[in-house]
């Protein structure tokens, strides 16, 4: 069954664990790509340049959101960060699903040009428990950490405009739930191309009715 390539935008507050829900999913689920984003910050401890962002400086990026080469894109935490329309649209063609993790601005400019995807909200169990999380993962300095809890406490809000609530309080069972979703997604009959059932089913079936009838026409007319 052939069908184009399927986006998933996964957003949630920062420190949520929506980026290691997203590296595993990829890689246990075939067919599934992620897209990188640009950014305008500088890389955490364990990042790759073009394999976790594409890491530029401001005057690059804004060059970009000059030509209109960005999907979505947004100011966040005092960095940009943007997807590229090309590249998602050459994954999409090939037939390739692709996981985008973006915040809440990028989602609402991402379904205004895909309609057709899925939006998933990654919730922590808890404020404390992004706090945890955010110290624990090192890279932010303090006042970093107090900006992007206020900012999840406004952004929570938001999980209103997703299809899917995934609650990360349990890592293995969020891991599931997030490969549950993508895989009933993908088997969803209005995603489907079902030229095969027409051709082995229904024609199938018609052309064998048709068969019995002109059989028992041509007898009918042996007997005369």
Not at 9 to 24: D, F, I, M, Q
Not at 109 to 114: D, G, L, S, T, V
Not at 119 to 148: A, H, K, N, V
Request: glycine share 8%; proline share 3%; net charge negative.
């Amino acid at each position: 069954m052939e069908r184009s390539g399927l986006l998933f935008v996964t957003s949630g507050p920062s420190g949520a664990g929506k980026t290691t829900l997203c590296n595993e999913v990829v890689a246990i689920v075939p067919g599934l790509q992620q897209s990188i984003s640009y950014t305008t910050r500088t890389s955490r401890p364990g990042e790759v340049n073009g394999r976790d962002y594409v890491f530029v400086e401001e005057a690059a990026f804004h060059e970009k959101v000059r030509r209109n080469e960005f999907a979505e894109w947004a100011h966040v935490h005092g960095h940009f960060y943007g997807t590229l329309r090309s590249t998602l649209t050459e994954m999409l063609e090939k037939g390739l699903d692709v996981l985008l993790e973006i915040d809440t601005q990028g989602a609402k400019q991402i379904k205004k040009i895909f309609t057709d995807a899925v939006f998933i909200y990654i919730m922590p169990p808890s404020i404390e428990s992004i706090r945890t999380r955010l110290e624990q993962r090192g890279g932010d300095s303090p006042g970093e950490i107090q900006r992007r809890l206020q900012k999840a406490r406004e952004e929570v809000w938001s999980y209103r405009d997703y299809f899917y609530i995934i609650r990360n309080d349990d890592h293995q069972e969020a891991l599931k739930g997030l490969e549950a979703i993508i895989l009933a997604e993908r088997i969803k009959t209005k995603r489907l191309d079902i030229g095969w059932l027409e051709e082995k089913f229904i024609r199938e079936m018609e052309d064998k009715v048709g068969d019995r009838l002109g059989s028992k026409i041509n007898q009918g007319e042996g007997h005369d």
